[in-house]
């Protein structure tokens, strides 16, 4: 069983930045695929951005050049900075950590809220 936990989410105006973490309880989440997804109201989730074990990252077109994925793996963190933000933005964004081990393997977070406005 993997625990992750997503931080960082708040209130930022158009334009601004903020960053957030998806930490994991284990120290096996180097092996593990890590993906952002949103949720806004009224709306699907949808797959922001994910970085695989091996670092490969890909991108929402609708985020790319703006949002960047990475990982430490020493602090068992997935990172999502998030510049340039959008009122569109808004949402609810979770952290999923996935790998296949015979069995497909799945954990989510319980989500933080980003809320772009002025």
């Known amino acids: 069983q993997v625990r992750v936990v997503e931080s960082g989410g708040g209130l930022v105006q158009p334009g601004g930045s903020l960053r957030l973490s998806c930490a994991a309880s284990?120290?096996?989440?180097?092996?593990?695929?890590v993906g952002w997804y949103r949720q806004a109201p009224g709306e699907q989730r949808e797959l922001v951005a994910a970085?695989?074990?091996?670092?490969?990252?890909n991108y929402a077109d609708s985020v790319k050049g703006r949002f960047t994925i990475s990982r430490d793996n020493a602090k068992s963190t997935v990172y999502l900075q998030m510049n340039s933000l959008k009122p569109e933005d808004t949402a609810v964004y979770y952290c999923?950590?996935?790998?296949?081990?015979?069995?497909?393997?799945?954990?989510w977070g319980q989500g933080t809220q980003v809320t772009v406005s002025s």
């Open positions: 999923n950590a996935e790998r296949f081990a015979g069995v497909r393997l799945s954990y």
């Open positions: 970085i695989t074990s091996g670092g490969s990252t």
């Open positions: 284990r120290s096996i989440f180097s092996v593990y695929d």
